[in-house]
């Protein structure tokens, strides 16, 4: 009945009121898109014009040397891999962790199965900020892995678990348990199920967790910053942008901020503008088996 | 076997990365920690009786209620109305919703540091705005006065925030069913009847548990606000999690870092957000009686 709608006959007043509403969301959409345009456009700006300020938001004579200098001088070429190497690297972790801990969590019964359910439900709820970084930050030092970003992908992936086990969890739940039993029968193990049969199905959570696992580890800024103290040559683009702006230079390096941020924002914007079915889904599916 | 083993990384990472960090912070509470191991030393009850005779601390508690309630108060209904709007089916709703979403994408330190260039005194696009078209005459310090910068971190925070509570509202808002509306439509109901009468009663397990994600997120909001103001003008902005995040990982010296008093303040701070969750939830059961 709901697919009727479509054909519904607006009279001349709902016409107008439809009109009405629609400018209102066009406002509204307006004024959340213009600070990245903001961001964007200005990158673009000699910093002279930046630093005069005015209400233009494009400029008046477009170069790209912000990207150049800031690629080149001030190191935005290694905050961009490291960037990567973050991001990607706390996507894989938590895809293949997430995938075996939720097909474990839903085919197997074991005792204390429910206890460390438990504990990793309980963890989501418990909330005690950035104190918790402190150890961690002190046990890298004492196994020597805080010359690397590892501790940060490792850990990072470890904070945000339990969102993408719980996610899993439920899909395989939903994947019909005769298709084990086919895989036992062609000879199949348990991890050999899981990884000839599960897995396959779960592309669909896969991608969505891929997505937001990605994001995580793109967006990450209290983490790396905490772990990149004393370390520039470490820093992911979200820290090394904020860290110029606490240079002191800060009104003077305008220009390579702006081009900085917009390294920083756009990559996510590609992938949310291609995966933006994953981003929306991930985050609903999440509240309701969460 | 394979099950232990294929458990092993998750289970690993829970322990090292949420149980151990939580048993170390009872570690430190009643010690002097300053980041040295050699300086730790057993203070007793200090650093409790310390708290409570920190009015820097007590403040940022305050500052936290004050930030959160005028989020909430900004955030949720801007968020239902445009969830209300998109459900509307006009032209181009699929491309709305992807543009209200699309700030909670972006790094929370990024969103912080485009407002800061947004929102500066002197160079800022907004008091250039409001000039030229003679909204203001002198530049108004969005980041520097006392008196707006609280409204320039709501601001900031609802452009970031409002698209996920949006998307909980309009997935709820798709679940009601078409008919419900066909026969308030039939009884000649208005728009705004429509909306008191039936979307918002059908859709109030959504808010309550819109609400509850939106009060607790508030409370621990603060990376954001750390880049935009780090707490200032004087400490004007400094929620509880910010301050104590400078007390643990300040970027003075080790001597004015106060990594156990900071500990004990992160308990204290975990237990203010979970008696305000408990009330909540009273409070929305209670209203679940009367309605």
Same mark, same amino acid.
């Given at each position: 009945?709901?697919?009727?709608?479509? !054909?519904?006959v607006?009279?001349p007043? !709902?016409k107008?009121?439809?009109a009405?509403l629609?400018?209102?969301?066009?406002?509204?959409?307006?004024?959340?898109?213009?600070?990245?345009?903001?961001?964007?456009?200005?990158?673009?700006?000699?910093?002279?014009?930046?630093?005069?300020?005015?209400?233009?938001?494009?400029?008046?004579k477009?170069?790209?040397?912000?990207?150049?200098?800031?690629?080149? !001088?001030?190191?935005?070429?290694v905050?961009?891999?490291?960037?990567?190497?973050?991001?990607?690297?706390?996507m894989?972790?938590?895809l293949?962790?997430?995938?075996?801990?939720?097909y474990?969590?839903?085919?197997?019964?074991?005792?204390?199965?429910?206890?460390?359910?438990?504990?990793?439900?309980?963890?989501?709820?418990?909330?005690?900020?950035?104190?918790?970084?402190?150890?961690?930050?002190?046990?890298?030092?004492?196994?020597? +892995?805080?010359?690397?970003?590892?501790?940060?992908?490792?850990?990072?992936?470890?904070?945000? !678990?339990a969102?993408?086990?719980?996610?899993?969890?439920?899909?395989?739940n939903?994947?019909?348990?005769?298709l084990?039993?086919?895989?036992?029968?062609?000879?199949c193990g348990?991890?050999?199920?899981?990884?000839?049969?599960? +897995?396959?199905? +779960?592309?669909?959570?896969?991608?969505?967790?891929?997505?937001?696992?990605?994001?995580?580890?793109?967006?990450d800024?209290?983490?790396?910053?905490?772990?990149?103290?004393?370390?520039?040559s470490?820093r992911?683009?979200?820290v090394?942008?904020?860290?110029?702006?606490?240079?002191?230079?800060?009104?003077?390096?305008?220009?390579?901020m702006?081009?900085?941020a917009?390294?920083?924002?756009?990559?996510? +914007?590609?992938?949310?503008?291609c995966?933006?079915?994953?981003?929306?889904?991930?985050?609903?599916?999440?509240?309701?088996?969460? | 076997?394979?099950?232990?083993?294929m458990?092993?990384p998750?289970?690993i &990472?829970?322990?090292?990365?949420?149980?151990?960090? &939580?048993?170390?912070?009872?570690?430190?509470?009643?010690?002097?920690? @300053?980041?040295?191991?050699?300086?730790?030393?057993?203070?007793?009850?200090?650093?409790?009786?310390?708290?409570?005779?920190?009015?820097?601390?007590?403040?940022?508690?305050?500052?936290? &209620?004050?930030?959160?309630?005028?989020?909430?108060?900004?955030?949720?209904?801007?968020?239902?109305?445009?969830?209300v709007?998109?459900?509307?089916?006009?032209r181009?709703?699929?491309?709305?919703?992807?543009?209200?979403?699309?700030?909670?994408?972006?790094?929370?330190?990024?969103?912080?540091?485009?407002?800061?260039?947004?929102?500066?005194?002197g160079?800022?696009?907004?008091n250039?705005?409001?000039?030229?078209?003679?909204?203001?005459?002198?530049?108004?310090?969005w980041? =520097? @006065?006392? *008196?707006?910068?609280m409204?320039?971190?709501?601001?900031?925070?609802?452009?970031a925030?409002?698209?996920?509570?949006?998307?909980?509202?309009?997935?709820?808002?798709?679940?009601?069913?078409?008919?419900?509306?066909? *026969?308030?439509?039939? @009884?000649?109901?208005?728009?705004?009847?429509?909306?008191?009468?039936?979307?918002?009663p059908?859709?109030?397990p959504?808010?309550?548990?819109?609400?509850?994600?939106?009060?607790?997120?508030?409370?621990?909001?603060?990376?954001?606000?750390?880049?935009?103001?780090?707490?200032?003008?004087?400490?004007? =902005?400094?929620?509880?999690?910010?301050?104590i995040?400078?007390?643990?990982?300040g970027?003075?010296?080790n001597?004015?870092?106060?990594?156990?008093?900071?500990?004990?303040?992160?308990?204290?701070?975990?237990?203010?957000?979970?008696?305000?969750?408990?009330?909540?939830n009273?409070?929305?059961?209670?209203?679940? @009686?009367?309605?």
């Amino acid at each position: 009945m709901a697919k009727n709608r479509a !054909q519904i006959v607006y009279s001349p007043k !709902q016409k107008a009121i439809r009109a009405v509403l629609w400018v209102l969301l066009a406002i509204v959409a307006f004024l959340v898109i213009f600070p990245v345009l903001y961001i964007v456009f200005g990158s673009f700006k000699e910093n002279q014009e930046l630093l005069v300020g005015g209400s233009d938001i494009f400029p008046q004579k477009w170069i790209i040397q912000n990207y150049i200098d800031a690629w080149n !001088q001030a190191n935005f070429a290694v905050y961009t891999k490291n960037s990567l190497f973050l991001s990607i690297g706390v996507m894989l972790i938590s895809l293949v962790v997430a995938s075996m801990a939720g097909y474990v969590f839903s085919r197997k019964t074991f005792p204390g199965k429910e206890i460390i359910y438990g504990i990793f439900t309980a963890f989501m709820f418990i909330n005690v900020g950035s104190v918790s970084l402190r150890p961690l930050y002190e046990l890298a030092t004492k196994v020597k +892995l805080n010359t690397s970003l590892w501790p940060v992908v490792l850990f990072s992936a470890g904070g945000g !678990q339990a969102t993408y086990i719980f996610l899993c969890r439920g899909y395989v739940n939903s994947v019909p348990r005769e298709l084990d039993e086919a895989g036992r029968i062609d000879g199949c193990g348990f991890f050999g199920i899981y990884a000839r049969i599960v +897995l396959p199905m +779960l592309k669909p959570v896969m991608a969505t967790i891929a997505i937001l696992s990605f994001r995580q580890g793109w967006n990450d800024y209290i983490l790396p910053r905490v772990f990149t103290m004393t370390n520039d040559s470490l820093r992911p683009l979200t820290v090394g942008v904020n860290m110029l702006k606490n240079a002191g230079d800060g009104a003077a390096a305008w220009n390579i901020m702006f081009a900085g941020a917009t390294i920083a924002i756009i990559p996510i +914007l590609v992938v949310f503008i291609c995966f933006s079915r994953y981003f929306m889904g991930g985050l609903t599916a999440g509240a309701v088996k969460g | 076997m394979a099950s232990g083993l294929m458990l092993a990384p998750s289970i690993i &990472f829970l322990a090292v990365c949420s149980i151990y960090p &939580f048993i170390w912070i009872f570690r430190y509470v009643l010690y002097n920690y @300053d980041g040295i191991p050699a300086h730790t030393r057993f203070t007793g009850m200090r650093n409790i009786t310390n708290m409570f005779a920190d009015a820097t601390f007590w403040g940022s508690v305050g500052t936290t &209620f004050e930030y959160a309630l005028w989020k909430l108060l900004f955030i949720i209904p801007l968020a239902l109305l445009m969830a209300v709007l998109l459900n509307q089916k006009l032209r181009g709703s699929g491309f709305f919703r992807g543009v209200f979403f699309m700030p909670t994408v972006i790094s929370s330190s990024i969103s912080g540091m485009i407002f800061t260039f947004i929102f500066a005194t002197g160079n800022g696009i907004l008091n250039g705005i409001l000039q030229s078209v003679g909204i203001v005459n002198a530049p108004v310090g969005w980041l =520097t @006065d006392t *008196s707006v910068v609280m409204a320039s971190v709501i601001i900031m925070s609802v452009w970031a925030g409002f698209g996920n509570y949006m998307l909980y509202f309009v997935t709820g808002m798709t679940s009601i069913s078409e008919d419900v509306y066909e *026969s308030s439509r039939i @009884d000649g109901a208005n728009a705004v009847q429509t909306f008191f009468k039936i979307t918002l009663p059908m859709l109030s397990p959504v808010l309550k548990v819109v609400l509850m994600l939106a009060i607790t997120g508030a409370f621990k909001d603060y990376e954001a606000i750390m880049v935009l103001t780090n707490g200032g003008p004087g400490t004007r =902005t400094n929620v509880m999690f910010l301050y104590i995040y400078n007390l643990i990982f300040g970027t003075g010296s080790n001597a004015t870092r106060q990594i156990g008093y900071g500990a004990l303040l992160s308990l204290m701070a975990a237990v203010i957000v979970g008696a305000v969750t408990i009330i909540y939830n009273l409070v929305a059961k209670k209203l679940d @009686d009367v309605v």
